[in-house]
């Protein structure tokens, strides 16, 4: 009966997706929604966007673990990106009325940095996506009680989403988000309360998870704690910055209030909202000690699911399970939609610059059925790895490439090509260095990354302004004499 419900529920996204996807007139519309949605449409997408697989499933694992201190990535770093980027980035990018963030490099830096940049992009979705794509394949393996594989059940995710986002790009994403978000919130909140009553009321949740540390947020002070603290915290607060679907948000708004406010009042409802599930896990260890620890051995990822499943009556299943799937739908059908304009406008464009808009809009719906495909093999291929772990990796790409060129760009006067150039390759180079070699386990490699991308930025920029001062200093010298 409630795989019954989930198949319904699914098919109506689906509808409504469809039935939004007749705003789809040309590309502009499938990418960026027309510039036509208002402040609390842009709140809602950007917060169900954010409200993925890792905050139903990874956060509260990761919790439950090691405290708050643990989670300083996702939601705290993740939340003050979309809080930074309402505050420092998008009333200029939204000025500039660009279709893609990669567009931004092109503008700024040149056709190289963009198609680096773009590729930077789309690797980090990966990750990310498959993260969602894992958790939909565990959701039907679980109401399924082991009948669907938890492969099969990533497929029947997928096509799920695809359905709309294939016709109606970001209108549906928009639309089906906005709902989403409703359900999301409410039945998580109902469940919340639910299982403080059952857990004795919410006081005694909060003095069990008191007693047991889990409130502590900062770390030992120690060198080696204290910066890797540092490095999670920095990798979705800064990594996060300069990816498509944060820009497609911007860019979708319908005026330069809604484009700044909307993340800011975005991030603030996630990083509140994100303390419900693990307000959840907490519970779950009051109201089934032993199983939970159980779990939490063999797959923390499952406390929650099982805490509804075995312990709480029908209805409260339908609810959470709606919520579920509604954070891993908005969060998939984002993260399809942003890499797969971010090649077409970008990459292939190059290629076939004499397009028409019907051409563009085609590519487009070609490239996110491809990107789907490799997304779903990819998932498939790393079953076993935690989505907290997929989600934040996938941060560092963009972080140590990409962030340093789009902050410098956009407030440093002085920054070229060549300093764009140099932050991305001693960026990638250093992280990649530390991460393959024994140097990562002392220095986090992405903050040695990232510290890197600012050397060759500044560097690489100011060199050669010095060198040809120096030359026409020398030569000014050389006609005195």
Known sequence: MLLTLVIVYLLITIAIGLVAA???????????????????????????????????????????????????????????????????????????????ISDYYRERYGRLVEIVCSLIIMLSYLGWVSAQVTALGLVFNLLSGGAISIPVGMTIGVVSILAYTLFGGMWSVAVTDFIQMIILVVGLAIIAVFAGNMAGGADKVIEFASNRELFRFLPEPKFHDVVFFIAAGLTMMFGSIPQQDVFQRVMSANSIQAATRGPVIGGICYILFAFVPMFLVASALIIMPGETATLLKEDPQKVLPTLVMAKMPFIMQVLFFGALLSALKSTASATLLAPSVTFTENIWRQFRPTMTDKEHLRTMRITTLVFSGCVLAYAIRMQGTSIYELVSGAYQVPLVGAFVPLV??????????????????LGLGTWLLLLNTSWGEVFPAQLAGLLAAVVGMVAGSLLPQMLRNSHAGHHRMVGVE
Not at 36 to 44: A, E, G, K, S
Not at 412 to 424: D, E, S
Request: charged letters at 15%; hydrophobic letters at 55%; glycine letters at 12%.
């Open 22 to 100: 007749r705003r789809v007139k040309n590309a502009a519309d499938f990418a960026i929604a027309g510039r036509h949605l208002p402040l609390y449409m842009i709140i809602t997408t950007t917060f169900a966007t954010w409200f993925g697989s890792e905050t139903v499933l990874g956060i509260p694992a990761k919790f439950i673990e090691g405290g708050l201190g643990s989670v300083v990535e996702d939601p705290f770093g993740a939340g003050f990106c979309l809080i930074l980027v309402g505050l420092f980035f998008a009333a200029k990018l939204y000025r500039m009325t660009l279709l893609t």
């Open 408 to 425: 410098a760009g956009l407030y440093w006067k002085r920054a070229t090509t060549q300093g764009a150039v140099f932050a991305i390759v």
